[in-house]
């Protein structure tokens, strides 16, 4: 079968799956990616040619460059198609496309994917539940918004990736102190309701406009929270019979159908409100999920969402078929932390539900996968309680963390 040629976008290191699948299947793959990312171990037995990019910013480039540069590649190479493999390359990737007229999800829709404004206009706009929102364009606004919505209110960049930036307000003085403090990007913002309550993701795949597979799971510790206070992160997969699951299911189908995704991977997030028990979107991203959620999806489910999405991206340029196989069941269970030390010793959190130790710098990651759902919450408590009580280092957060 032809050879197709995959540009892969990335600013941070990932997707080495998606790479390796994609030449296992028989394609040219083109990574395009940071400078300081050089050295990092991508899989260069699957990567036919790489170009670096600056960075101005982390994970920001010169997007004149990136589409110079571009036109310089498209000279001698027919590319047939450009993948994003980080939220912050989704508008990199959008850009590429419009211009130079390569097929996949244009400028248009990916603000549905990348802009949380225009997420939650949409969602309203498809009878979604939304938290109450409000842009912060306008002073006039803003005073109606908080007149009409109680505090706390959250104050959150539009286009930043999980909860990088993320300001708790709660009071009418601390938000237009933060307001101001914004300056001239005071448009990349919008204001929100604080809802208090669980959040959960939902991480699927979608091949010709249907979704073809979905793993829905839970926060055992929100991340705004792990963001803004360090800690432990911790998530569990939910069963595929629960009410939670069925509920998350149905909430994540109508997102992406309203949002028009057609292919691709999706990571999907949601809160159940502590007070009234509604199902409010939170946001969406056209990508694989970060902080190793794969992992967790792969140990529940035995689907490696990074292979799946380059076998429906080969299927699409081929124009083959492509189907899934059957999930299994198993519960699983993620907990990541940064640590003191570069290489922690693993020794007592080894078990038999152990899938894997994350080979992470500084850090303690662990999957577990078990048939037991409660083994595995208590995987996860004993495990946090280990980590906080001897290995774990907080840090002041950054500015935007790598996903």
């Excluded at 508008?91 to 211009?99: D, G, P, V, Y």
């Excluded at 502590?274 to 199902?279: A, F, H, I, T, V």
């Excluded at 907990?335 to 290489?343: G, S």
């Excluded at 500084?362 to 980590?387: C, F, M, P, T, W």
Aim: hydrophobic share 35%; aromatic share 10%; glycine share 6%.
């Amino acid at each position: 079968m032809e050879e197709k040629t995959i540009v892969c976008i990335s600013c941070y290191y990932k997707g080495y799956d998606f790479m390796d699948e994609m030449k296992k299947l028989g394609n040219k793959v083109i990574l395009v990616t940071s400078e300081k990312l050089r050295d990092k171990n991508w899989p260069w037995h699957a990567i036919d040619e790489t170009f670096y990019m600056e960075e101005t910013e982390p994970s920001i480039w010169n997007l004149d460059h990136l589409v110079q540069g571009f036109s310089y590649l498209m000279k001698t190479r027919k590319v047939d198609a450009v993948v994003a493999l980080d939220d912050y390359d989704v508008e990199k990737a959008a850009l590429i496309r419009e211009t130079f007229r390569i097929p996949g999800m244009g400028q248009t829709t990916h603000r549905y994917f990348r802009d949380k404004l225009a997420m939650r206009q949409k969602a309203k706009d498809s009878g979604i539940d939304v938290p109450e929102f409000s842009a912060v364009f306008n002073d006039e606004a803003v005073n109606q918004f908080i007149s009409t919505v109680p505090a706390p209110w959250v104050l959150k960049p539009r286009s930043e990736a999980s909860a990088t930036g993320i300001k708790k307000i709660k009071s009418s003085e601390e938000l237009w102190q933060a307001i101001e403090e914004t300056q001239e990007e005071r448009h990349k913002f919008l204001l929100e309701s604080f809802k208090p309550g669980d959040v959960f993701h939902v991480d699927s795949l979608v091949y010709n406009s249907e979704i073809v597979f979905t793993s829905a799971s839970k926060y055992l510790a929100p991340p705004m929270q792990v963001s803004h206070e360090g800690g432990v992160f911790r998530t569990k997969t939910l069963g595929r019979y629960s009410d939670e699951y069925k509920a998350l299911e149905a909430a994540n189908k109508k997102v992406l159908t309203s949002f028009g995704l057609k292919n691709g991977a999706t990571h999907t997030e949601f809160i159940r409100g502590k007070d009234d028990g509604k199902w409010y979107f939170l946001e969406t991203s056209s990508r694989v999920g970060g902080a190793h959620i794969p992992d967790l999806v792969e140990a529940s489910s035995g689907i490696n969402i990074w292979r799946e999405w380059a076998k429906i991206e080969n299927a699409l340029l081929k124009n083959s078929p492509y189907e899934i196989g059957k999930p299994t069941g198993f519960s699983a269970g993620l907990i990541i932390a940064l640590a003191k030390d570069k290489n922690p010793d693993y020794e007592e959190f080894k078990c038999e539900e152990v899938v894997r130790f994350l080979p992470l710098d500084y850090h303690v990651g662990i999957v577990y996968k078990s048939n037991d759902k409660n083994r595995i919450q208590e995987l996860l408590d004993n495990a946090a309680i280990k980590i906080n009580e001897k290995f774990l280092n907080i840090l002041p957060p950054k500015s935007k963390p790598s996903a």
